[in-house]
């Protein structure tokens, strides 16, 4: 287990030999989600305030931090995830007993938000400032919240949930929240593993196909049913 500190002066020593762009860092809980949040936000917070690191961070949201957490991950991060691991919510409870679909779908929820009063006041701001004939008086830009957007992930072939449910969900995800993208996990057996989880991964076409049907959702503005 790393410390907050550790992790930013890791991110910094590696970012100025030009061995990363940026940071994606993510946890598992450790003590409660908002704890652990705290943690995340802390490692963001001293590289963009104590260091003025200017490179990328995304930021993993813990399901079930405090909203006002989340918020500060959205101040200091370029893009915020969090995971919905799998399709069904019954396969959720059933592979993943401690994984909580709602309050997973209560982070994404936050994030869409955050990004969209951003977006709202970096508008008003344009158009004030376009109304300014006085260059010096223009109004300070408003503060940023993930530009990056937000995402999440899918694993695929855990259960028995087919590619068409698949892409229908993603086709909600993408409505709903305003993801930039989803990403597809094919599932890879562990030596040990429950025996209720599948022994053989999935064929990597899978996984490969389900990218390219997202691209035309996400680029070309198809629908899963015309895909499907």
């Not at 910094?12 to 990363?20: E, P, T």
């Not at 890879?188 to 064929?203: K, N």
Request: proline residues 7%; contains cysteine; positive net charge.
């Amino acid at each position: 287990r790393f410390t907050p500190e550790e992790i930013v002066w890791l991110t910094l020593d590696l970012y100025r030999r030009n061995c990363i762009e940026g940071l994606f860092l993510s946890s598992g809980v450790m003590r409660s989600p908002d704890h652990t949040m705290e943690q995340l936000v802390a490692v963001a917070r001293h590289l963009r305030e104590r260091h003025g690191f200017a490179g990328y961070i995304h930021l993993k949201m813990i399901p079930g931090a405090s909203p006002l957490l989340i918020a500060a991950a959205g101040r200091y991060a370029d893009r915020l995830s969090a995971n919905v691991e799998l399709p069904d919510r019954a396969s959720l409870s059933w592979l993943a007993p401690d994984k909580d679909a709602r309050a997973i779908s209560l982070a994404l929820r936050l994030a869409r938000d955050g990004i969209a009063e951003a977006q709202a006041e970096c508008r008003l701001v344009a158009r004030r400032v376009r109304a300014l004939p006085n260059a010096a008086a223009r109004p300070a830009a408003p503060p940023a919240f993930a530009p990056g957007g937000q995402s999440t992930q899918m694993i695929v072939g855990a259960d028995a949930t087919n590619d068409a449910a698949i892409l229908s969900f993603s086709q909600r995800l993408y409505a709903h929240y305003g993801l930039r993208r989803v990403y597809y996990s094919a599932f890879s057996p562990v030596p040990g593993a429950a025996s209720c989880l599948p022994h053989d991964p999935p064929p990597l076409r899978r996984e490969h196909r389900l990218y390219q049907a997202d691209w035309l959702m996400r680029f070309y503005g198809f629908s899963a049913d015309e895909i499907l």
